[in-house]
């Protein structure tokens, strides 16, 4: 597979557009049934459901040999230079009002939520074992909006796609476990419908897991779920930009003689610019309600491409080796960030 990736990425623009098609073709497929199977059930995000069918495509036995084969270098494409794109586009779901208008005391709770989560499962995975930068890429997906963050600083670690198709899967069950799981601890919780919508949005992974779990109690439920969720996002910025900082680091210090043939790596990636400049954007107020609702579709679509591709490098078999553990570690994130959300949203709004 490391072999693939790198005819791929050393082969002329001409030469390697013919070989990415089959793998975008199939891509495309892919999101097609997943925005089938959302509107057939739409508590089921359509990301999710991109990801779950990825998963099943790299193991149905007619199907399997072309996603390992002739389809690999497109569907490698779509996991990372769409994912890229659609992580720009995320941007513009944000803006410095929305943020501010959340108050310091909850900005000041949800900054709590994802350095306890961050750096509790990243120590945790790290303890346990967990090869390569899964635990790094588990932790960021914990803390701050699953598949697409995890998708970040991937591209600013330049980390294996087993990891990071691994993580993406275990991030993805856990936050669809949410969607079933959140709504039924309300009552027992005391918690409001406002409570319950920070609640959700501190504590679920992907914004369309948020939205599908803070629905069930409501419009203010959801409104509020989505104000704290887009502040977990505005730190994936800051977040990339340390751990490309930190890589770069321990490279000058000396791994980058011992893997010369690693790319030097920017301080701040191209595609997290962008991210900013369509935050920037947003916020000036200037963009047409209809560009807005066009650039989000884009941006689901591109998102699911993306995680079609990620879920079909996951080889169930390979995590076998590592698959207690790595559950494990996505129970005991999920406990610590459903925890320290409850104890942060009774402490603000109780």
Known sequence: ??????????????????????????????????????????????LTAAVVLGVV?????RVRSVVRGAARPGLSYAGKRLMRI??????????????????????????????????????????????GDQ??????????????????????????ERDVATSVALVTLCGTLAIAVLPLLQGPLGLSDAEFGRWVGASVHDVGQVVATAQTAGPGALGESVLVKLMRVALLAPLVAAVALSV??????????ALPGRKRLPLVPLFVVGFLAMVALRSTGLLPATAIDAAQIAQELLLAAALFGLGSAVDLPSLTRTGGRVAALGLCSWVVVAGVSYAGVLLVMG
Do not use: N, Q
Not at 88 to 113: E, F, N, R
Not at 144 to 157: H, K, R
Not at 248 to 257: L, N
């Open 1 to 46: 597979m490391a072999l693939l990736r790198e005819r791929a990425s050393t082969a002329p623009p001409s030469a390697a557009a013919p070989r990415a098609l089959p793998g975008l073709a199939l891509a495309a497929a892919g999101v097609a049934v997943a925005w089938s199977v959302h509107h057939l059930l739409p508590g089921l995000p359509m």
């Open 57 to 61: 495509a790299a193991h149905l036995p």
């Open 86 to 131: 659609g992580i720009v586009l995320l941007g513009l779901k944000l803006s410095l009002d929305d943020v501010l208008g959340l108050g310091w005391a909850t900005v000041t709770m949800v900054l709590g939520v994802v350095a306890a989560t961050f750096f509790g499962t990243w120590w945790l995975g790290r303890r346990m074992g967990l090869p």
């Open 135 to 160: 635990p790094l890429l588990i932790a960021t997906g914990y803390s701050i909006c699953g598949a697409s963050a995890i998708g970040a600083v991937s591209e600013a670690t330049d980390s294996d």
């Open 248 to 257: 770069r680091r321990r490279r000058r210090a000396g791994e980058a003689a």
